[in-house]
């Protein structure tokens, strides 16, 4: 640009520089800092699992050049007509050389089918793993989850160019010229509906290696409405370094930490050895450090954060500490203070060495009972300075952006412990180290010991086993929802073809990585007992036998689709019963019911549905005697009588309208943009 300006300076009719310097502004203002790349729409998905009816698009999957048809009548119960999609003439073709193909962006009405199941305490609540497409299985979780996760934990493909995905159901490889943006296209879709997803102080972590990371963090910057990256970590994953054409070995990855709000708060690490070397001080409650009561950081650690503690400390000139009357003024949001200092006594408030105002790691009543732990020193310029004792034991280190733990390292703690785990080799590559995956969940949330942490690229279901760990440190009830898809990988998929079977057939199925890894692996670390029925070898790095298992339950759906008339009819019941199981909490046995009944209570789950409206007032009765429950679905066509009926169950009860909400949600929930 800036030597187009000058070559314009240098154009001696006036008339015509004037006018080309104008036409080059329009042309600046227009531009963008950031990723130019296409779209890639629409996006399309095979469906082997619906039926080939009229209406429906279809292609044939052995023949890649055929392009898409619409199916226009039914020959008879094994051949339909299809016509091509672009205009052309009819054929004929066998339904089953036909799947059923999808554009994102057109609604579908999904279901969960039920395929196992681990119950290993009762009236806990359930994980879940879904075998989906992602972009579908996020849409639903609108329904369900909306703005109710606290930790999304994803590891999509990397993009090297050796064939680790797949776009519109093709490998994008080191040839395709579009490999970038076709990543980048593939990758903004999920996002934007993901972010809508997290709680306001929830946080979602991308892992990614140096082929995409500043593509991928520009595209947050700049195309990610409401996502801002808040760190970026480099994990040493390999510790000899996978070797590179170009020379460089490798040693590390990244992982992005991106947040919706300034309400995420980064979490903490368990200490190191090096660090808890620096507990040098004991007393009868142990080992401990002295450290400034005033806090250091970030931005959590600035007045605005958490305003009450940012108070006055009075301290005298014998060193002793007192801590003023207050009341909180929730107007002006900070204390009122009730008691002026005594002649003797220095005011102190929590300011940081560059004048702004902090706040003090305790507030003001913990404080005034831990004195005993407190002591006053005065630093290098002699100021006066509160220190406190810092117990190993107590909140972990800050986490830095260099992560280099030997438990990170993804042979070992990632491809070896799945080899303990299902005692075959090379059954999924590159599956993460568990610990480095339960050390992102905790920097980013997953502290919380009933966090919802999701994990839409889920792969051989590693997030899930890192969050069994973390809930086996605390007792925490911490839920984990994964999906991933059921691809083939490309050697068996070529070994299966050459056998003559086709996907979608069983035998295809069930070399998937969901159904051949992901479960596979859930059901056998829940367990402690491999899928050979050997107890698993090995400890986990604090010393729990592998064999133990975890006292956690885990269910595995299958994302299918329905037809909406039958929805509106309400015979499908059964199967969007799981969606309101997932919905309200996944807890209790899932029953089989068809809907047939008056209403539906499940035993041990936290919902129930009233399905004859005219039954209301008994199904009132009996919800009374049921405090536990905390979702209602009505089926009602009419909104009057759904408010009317929501009014009577209560405002503490969420209530949801069926069948409309649920037709409503998968027609409108969509991105406009994404839409065809
Ligand atoms: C890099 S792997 C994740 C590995 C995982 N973190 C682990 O430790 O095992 C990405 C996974 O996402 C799956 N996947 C890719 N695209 C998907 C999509 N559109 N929907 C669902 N799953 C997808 C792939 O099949 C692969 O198993």
Request: proline fraction near 6%; include cysteine; charged fraction near 30%.
């Amino acid at each position: 640009m800036a030597l187009i300006e000058n070559l314009i300076k240098d154009i001696a009719d006036s008339r015509l520089r004037i006018q080309i310097a104008t036409e080059l502004g329009k042309l600046k203002a227009r531009k963008q800092f950031g990723l130019v790349f296409e779209e890639h729409l629409p996006e399309i998905v095979q469906l082997p699992g619906l039926a080939v009816k009229p209406g429906v698009r279809v292609t044939k999957p052995g023949d890649k050049a055929a392009g898409f048809f619409v199916v226009t009548g039914v020959v008879n119960g094994k051949k339909v007509s299809i016509a091509p999609e672009r205009g052309g003439t009819e054929q004929v073709a066998a339904r089953d050389e036909l799947v059923v193909v999808k554009r994102f962006g057109e609604p579908m009405y999904p279901a969960l089918v039920p395929v196992g199941r681990v119950t290993r305490v009762p009236g806990k609540p359930y994980h879940t793993l879904i075998s989906a497409e992602n972009f579908h299985a996020l849409q639903l979780f609108l329904y369900c989850y909306e703005s109710r996760v606290d930790v999304i934990y994803i590891d999509p493909p990397y993009n090297t160019g050796a064939r680790d995905w797949k776009y519109n159901n093709d490998y994008v490889d080191k040839t395709d010229t579009f490999r970038h943006s076709k990543w980048l296209s593939m990758i903004k879709k999920r996002l934007m509906l993901a972010r809508r997803l997290l709680k306001p102080e929830g946080m979602m972590i991308v892992t990614i290696d140096d082929y995409e990371v500043h593509h991928l963090r520009t595209l947050i910057d700049h195309e990610i409405p409401g996502l801002s990256v808040v760190g970026v970590v480099a994990i040493k994953t390999s510790p000899s370094g996978r070797p590179t054409l170009r020379g460089f070995r490798t040693n590390h990855e990244y992982a992005l930490f991106v947040a919706t709000s300034d309400a995420a708060v980064i979490g903490t690490l368990p200490r190191s050895e090096n660090q808890t070397a620096l507990f040098k001080e004991a007393d009868d409650d142990g080992a401990f450090m002295w450290a400034n009561l005033r806090k250091r950081g970030g931005a959590n650690t600035l007045r605005e954060a958490r305003p009450k503690q940012f108070y006055p400390i009075y301290v005298s000139g014998d060193k002793k500490v007192r801590i003023p009357k207050m009341e909180w003024d929730k107007d002006k949001r900070e204390w009122e203070i009730l008691e002026a200092p005594k002649r003797n006594e220095e005011t102190l408030y929590p300011l940081g060495d560059d004048g702004k105002e902090r706040i003090w790691s305790l507030g003001h009543e913990t404080l005034r009972g831990s004195l005993d732990d407190i002591r006053i020193v005065s630093d290098k310029q002699g100021r006066t300075v509160i220190q406190r004792k810092v117990r190993a034991s107590e909140e972990g280190s800050q986490p830095s952006t260099f992560w280099d733990k030997p438990q990170y390292s993804i042979v070992e703690n990632g491809t070896v412990l799945l080899e303990r785990i299902l005692g075959s080799a090379q059954a999924f590559p590159f599956p993460k180290s568990i610990y480095a995956v339960a050390d992102c969940l905790r920097v980013a949330g997953a502290a919380r010991e009933d966090a919802v942490i999701v994990d839409f690229f889920a792969g051989s279901g590693t997030t899930m086993h890192a969050t069994a760990l973390l809930n086996a440190e605390d007792s925490g009830n911490r839920q984990c929802i994964l999906v991933t898809n059921n691809e083939v990988s490309e050697k068996a998929a070529k070994e299966l073809a050459e056998k003559g079977v086709e996907p979608g057939e069983p035998k295809w199925e069930a070399e998937g990585i969901c159904e051949a890894v992901t479960w596979p692996r859930i059901r056998a670390c829940f367990t402690g007992k491999r899928p050979d029925g050997k107890p698993i070898p090995n400890e986990y790095i604090d010393g729990r036998p592998m064999s133990k298992g975890f006292e956690e339950n885990a269910a595995y759906y299958r994302l299918d689709f329905l037809d909406p008339t039958e929805v509106k009819r309400g015979e499908m019941y059964g199967a969007i019963l799981p969606i309101l199981w997932m919905m309200a909490g996944a807890s209790g046995e899932l029953e089989v019911c068809k809907g047939s009944g008056k209403h539906h209570f499940p035993k041990g789950s936290a919902f129930c549905v009233l399905l004859q409206e005219d039954h209301f007032k008994e199904f009132a009765a009996k919800l009374a005697e049921r405090p536990e429950i905390t979702h209602v679905f009505l089926v009602t066509d009419s909104i009057e009588a759904f408010n009317e009926m929501r009014s009577q169950v209560g405002k503490e009860k969420r209530c949801v309208q069926l069948y409309k909400s649920y037709l409503d949600n998968f027609k409108i929930n969509l991105e406009p943009k994404y839409a065809d």
